[in-house]
């Protein structure tokens, strides 16, 4: 009959002791006190009517009684670690990771806030959290790859089986060197589109399209100096090192602006607002983490209602 005065610190301390030697190098490892271990093995052997250790100067050695011990205590502690191991596994079951893809507009401005909020009520729901261009984002929300995709609408012609629901408006704004010979010109600021390099979104970008569109419409023809890039922390150490006029979405340099790394060039671009929000698959039916997860975006989004953004 089992004795069930054997707790599970009495195996520990067995085990530890058999591994490490001794009951000083078993305390050590256990963080526990010398006496606390060698009490837990007295007490193990008070239980079991037997001594399991040879003691000398130089440590323990297992008598026969102690080596059939160790067997089954080794499989004790084993099913037992089995078992956390088990229901580990069936809690990450009930709560899946949060597979989320962002553009870079909602990455340093939106989802941290959001996502602290999140783990606030939810800490143990994962999130896994991915970047890059929409075109492929999109396609790993199709398959089932992502939960939601969170930035700028995408194009119609991309949105087949997809929805999206907007959170606010964004403008398009212009971002340079606080030391910019530009910032004394007071001419139109346009104007600095002509007159100094230019780096903006590639044209796989959605944002891309809205940039060319506002240009159109204002009659500016870039010159051959320009840079095109996906890499906001190439573009954004560039302008930092050189006379480049940054042209991006207003929410991935607003940081930027904030800490005094960047200074923004006013411009009205209200004709090209882009609309923000998330997008998900038609048909999938959102987990309750993830209607969570988009309330907590929701609520930071509804935050932003400065000159730059436009609420819906």
């Not at 949105?159 to 010109?185: N, W």
Request: charged share 20%; net charge neutral.
């Amino acid at each position: 009959m089992i004795d069930n005065r054997i707790k599970f610190r009495h195996l520990q301390c067995f085990i530890e002791t058999v591994r490490q030697g001794g009951v000083v190098k078993a305390a050590d490892h256990l963080a526990l006190s010398q006496p606390a271990v060698s009490k837990k093995l007295r007490e193990l052997e008070d239980m079991l009517s037997t001594e399991l250790f040879d003691r000398h100067k130089r440590g323990v050695v297992l008598t026969p009684a102690g080596q059939v011990f160790l067997r089954h205590a080794l499989a004790s502690a084993n099913a037992l670690q089995e078992g956390i191991i088990g229901v580990q596994r069936a809690q990450a079951e009930e709560h899946p990771p949060l597979r989320i893809g962002i553009l870079p507009t909602v990455a340093s401005r939106i989802l941290p806030p959001a996502v602290a909020g999140f783990k606030m009520h939810m800490p143990d729901v994962a999130l896994h959290v991915t970047t890059g261009p929409t075109p492929v984002l999109l396609d790993r929300l199709r398959v089932g790859e992502l939960d939601v995709m969170i930035g700028r609408l995408a194009e119609p012609d991309q949105m087949q089986g997809l929805v999206f629901e907007q959170f606010y408006l964004e403008l398009i704004t212009l971002a340079v060197k606080p030391t910019h010979p530009g910032l004394q010109d007071r001419r139109n600021p346009l104007t600095l589109l002509r007159d100094y390099p230019v780096i903006m979104p590639s044209n796989d970008s959605v944002v891309h399209r809205s940039i060319e569109k506002f240009l159109l419409g204002h009659g500016i023809v870039l010159n051959n100096d320009r840079i095109e890039t996906n890499s906001h922390a190439f573009a954004r150490a560039y302008t930092m090192d050189s006379n480049t006029v940054w042209i991006i979405s207003r929410g991935v340099v607003v940081r930027d602006f904030a800490e005094g790394s960047l200074t923004e060039i006013t411009l009205d671009t209200r004709d090209v607002l882009g609309p923000i929000g998330f997008t998900r698959q038609a048909e999938t039916l959102m987990s309750e983490p993830l209607k969570f997860l988009l309330e907590c975006i929701r609520m930071v989004a509804a935050t932003i209602a400065d000159h730059s953004s436009v609420q819906r």
